[in-house]
């Protein structure tokens, strides 16, 4: 992907189905957009074909494949990206027919998660996703070695090197998951040692804002921007509200299209969403499309964990709140900044889930509320686990230690 001092150029495609509207085949391809600038690359232009499914050999049509050949040979590109998983034939006769680099969005995902890992762990649980994303993928690497005609006498040593390079990924995946099982063990035993403490888990679409929400609550500086995948690395602090502590996780964002390699890898790092007691499932209200990504991650929850945990939906981002919560009758435009925080309250949104509040983590906005939803919540948790410890919740009208 692109480097420091270049950014590759690059052009997006993807298609309109019977499964796929026009209006979120945009969508995928601004998220795809905003993918690859994440990346580091330069997005030029959109490529949007429709299709009742994807071309077997090249995912679009010839004549959209002729498009974008014309349009490569007037500017300039070093790569395409697809939003779809490509086969390992679609890859290799892309490359051929554009004669540029081709990329799908999972490789997109795994390139941005290689840059973005830090810990050996993260490393280790990238290294492996990719490459079982590269092992049914080897014979287009090795194109140049075969031969057009078969039969005796004739054939080439492509075969051959497939194979070997073939199990030294399989040998690399096995040593790899030997790594990880014992990284698993290194962080079982590190979450027996935080003892019987509540967990509280931060759930989310990425880029929603939970690593900000996580430095207000947790008062410290885990670093946090306006990119996806921002946080790859699990973060656990103790946190305090009132006379409470609890242990709070930073968790990685979901994604629409997520690849399975990757819910696969990270196993250890999602264990922390599995084992909490509590989850708080933030949400970017100022998005337009926020209800379909909750139910991407809660579909995601479900393939996690089997069971129904605690939750507390937490619409942030309100101070970019634009969306019409007037009077039917009233035609002018809402903006953010005279939509008042009672008005969101009173819109269907505040229905979706039993515990619901709305904030902004960046102005501060309503967070007093958002405590004391948690501070109820964890509560239950920790009376129901140290029956015998109630005393420590009575409210003190001078305690000076509440947070």
């Known amino acids: 992907m692109g480097t420091d001092n270049y950014q590759e150029k690059t052009i997006l495609v993807g298609l309109i189905t019977p499964l796929q509207s026009r209006e979120k085949a945009k969508e995928y391809l601004d998220e795809l957009a905003f993918l690859a600038k994440t990346a580091g690359a330069i997005p030029e232009k959109i490529f949007l074909q429709q299709l009742d499914h994807p071309n077997p050999e090249t995912f679009v ?3 959209k494949l002729e498009q974008i050949k014309n349009y490569l040979m007037d500017h300039p590109v070093d790569m395409a990206v697809f939003d779809d998983e490509l086969s390992a034939r679609q890859i290799r006769n892309l490359e051929s027919e554009l004669k540029i680099k081709i990329l799908d969005r999972t490789n997109l995902i795994l390139d941005i998660f290689a840059k973005r890992a830090k810990t050996a762990s993260a490393k280790t649980q990238v290294e492996l996703a990719q490459y079982q994303y590269l092992l049914p993928r080897l014979t287009r690497m090795w194109t140049h070695l075969e031969r057009q005609q078969g039969g005796i006498g004739v054939r080439g040593p492509g075969e051959t090197q497939i194979e070997t390079d073939r199990r030294i990924i399989l040998s690399k995946i096995s040593l790899l998951k030997q790594n990880l099982k014992e990284i698993d063990r290194q962080m079982s035993t590190q979450r027996k040692n935080r003892g019987k403490m509540v967990r509280v888990a931060l759930v989310g679409y990425t880029n929603v804002g939970k690593s900000t929400l996580m430095n207000l609550l947790s008062k410290s500086n885990i670093f946090a921007e306006d990119k996806l995948f921002a946080t790859l690395d699990t973060t656990v602090r103790k946190v305090i509200i009132e006379n409470l502590p609890f242990l709070l ?4 964002g979901f994604i629409r299209k997520l690849p399975h390699h990757l819910i696969e890898s990270f196993k250890s790092t999602l264990d922390e969403v599995r084992e909490a007691d509590l989850l708080i499932h933030v949400v970017d209200v100022s998005h337009p ?5 909750i139910q991407i991650v809660n579909q995601t929850l479900k393939e996690i964990t089997n069971e129904e945990k605690p939750m507390i939906l937490v619409f942030n981002k309100i101070d970019a709140y634009s969306h019409k919560v007037k009077e039917p009758d009233d035609l002018t435009p809402k903006k953010p900044e005279n939509i008042t925080l009672e008005e969101i309250e009173k819109t269907w949104m505040a229905k979706i889930h039993e515990d ?3 904030i902004s983590a960046t102005k501060k906005q309503n967070i007093e509320k958002l405590k004391q939803i948690m501070y109820q919540k964890i509560k239950a ?3 129901q686990r140290y029956p015998y410890n109630d005393f420590l919740y ?3 009208e001078d305690d000076d230690t509440k947070d």
């Open 249 to 252: 996780t930073d968790t990685v």
């Open 289 to 293: 499309n926020f209800e379909e990504q």
């Open 381 to 383: 948790i920790h009376v």
């Open 356 to 358: 619901c509040v709305f």
């Open 61 to 63: 049509g010839p004549g």
């Open 394 to 396: 009575q409210d003190f």
